[in-house]
């Protein structure tokens, strides 16, 4: 599934549905009494920040850098333009969102942009910004599509140093003249890739052009297709290229394999699979809506607690799923690929593809979910017939074969699947072309 914002023909964007519910944002969190800041000695510090970001972080449990937040920082505070690409989940939030803050220094006028693709990610960056900032009088907020114009209107007009906005509702405000960019020095583009999957490449464009060209900006993805060094070219001024790990893999904190079964008996060896599975939480992918929606009926009759998430549900719904996912109300969270990147959910142990993803490069983003930053986790892959090209896609995509299992005691009907020759030979290796972006079904 695709989800991007659906458009006229001329390519103006429809007026969004009015609703009226109002997600509160995060609050500011600021400490009640003044904190004294200790000097700091630590690799933060020695990156160049402050020693109140290099105590943020400490109190944060951070120990050590991680290696795109080791290279893009001192890169940021001097200044410099800069395209990070590295895996997910790997700290490229911070990777920005300190040396920013240090740069700003103190409250002014809006002078950040990060635009997000999607209005979740968009609420884990502000509240990210909101905690690092925690010693700072910076003040931060955010735009987003899918709720009243009312709250984030009276938010604009009174002022921010930072602002996390989704494109489509930053156009409204501006247009509406709401808030406008004339001050912008730094303008992040995070989850770049996502960004143009989504179909956002002209709203992006119309956004840059809003900025002063003389402003500092930054690229962030995990991906980096060509299409992201051409807009590149066109938005950043000599920018200096982090690139972290191989392109493609997954990382090395996520053990994942695939489980071969004909359609009929998926949805039993899903329901096999959570009752042998020492789960915590447990993320469920979908290719279409409509199939999320069935998955999680049928999850619920089986008495799990269930949530879900995609495109047609709207933000309140999907707010309270991410919630009470999050804090543990419930345990499975089925979605479409909506999910798929960027979001980050402490605690996820278990990732399921009902569905094998259509596009090889989603399995990374997908199975990503789970094993975040120094957690380990798990990611399984159900595999039918139809799904054998599509499972050797990924394959070629991480450049590593994945494991086959069988669950013990499950009354497997049998099928081609289960025998590799009889595969091998009816799938020629060289059938690659589905890899290549834009050639999706
Ligand atoms: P990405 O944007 O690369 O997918 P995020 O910025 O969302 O990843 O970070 C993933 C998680 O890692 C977050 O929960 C964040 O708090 C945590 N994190 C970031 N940097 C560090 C670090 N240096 N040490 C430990 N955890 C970190
Ligand atoms: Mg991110």
Known sequence: MRSGPARHGDGRRPRPVRDEFEHPGHVAEKPAVPVNIPKMDTPFSKLGLCDALAFTVQEKGYTEPTPIQVQAIPLILEGKDVIGSAQTGTGKTAAFALPIIQRLAGHGAMRCLILEPT?????????????????????????YGGVGYGKQTEDLRRGMDILAATPGRLLDHLEQRNCSLDKINILVLDEVDRMLDMGFLPDVRRIVQKCPADRQTLFFTATLPPEIEHLASWALRNPSKVEIGRKHSAADTISHCFYPVVASQKFDLLQLLLERTDFKSVLIFCRTRMGADRIAARLVQKGHSVGVMHSDRNQRERVEAL???KSGKIEVLVATD????????????????????????????????????????????????????????????????VERKKVEGFPYVYSALFDQKILDDAVPKTSTSRLHRGARR
Not at 132 to 140: I, N
Not at 339 to 359: K, M, Q, T
């Open 323 to 325: 919630d009470s996912f």
């Open 119 to 143: 209005r979740e990610l968009a609420l884990q960056v502000e509240e990210a910004f909101h905690k690092y900032a925690q010693f700072t009088d910076l003040r931060v907020t955010i735009v």
């Open 338 to 401: 909506i999910a798929a990147r960027g979001l980050d959910i402490r605690g996820i142990s278990h990732v399921i593809n009902y569905d094998v993803p259509e596009n090889a490069e989603d399995y990374v983003h997908r199975i990503g979910r789970t094993g975040r930053a120094h957690h380990t986790g798990e990611a399984f892959t159900l595999v039918t017939e139809d799904d054998v090209r599509d499972a050797r896609s990924i394959e070629r995509f991480i450049g590593a074969s």
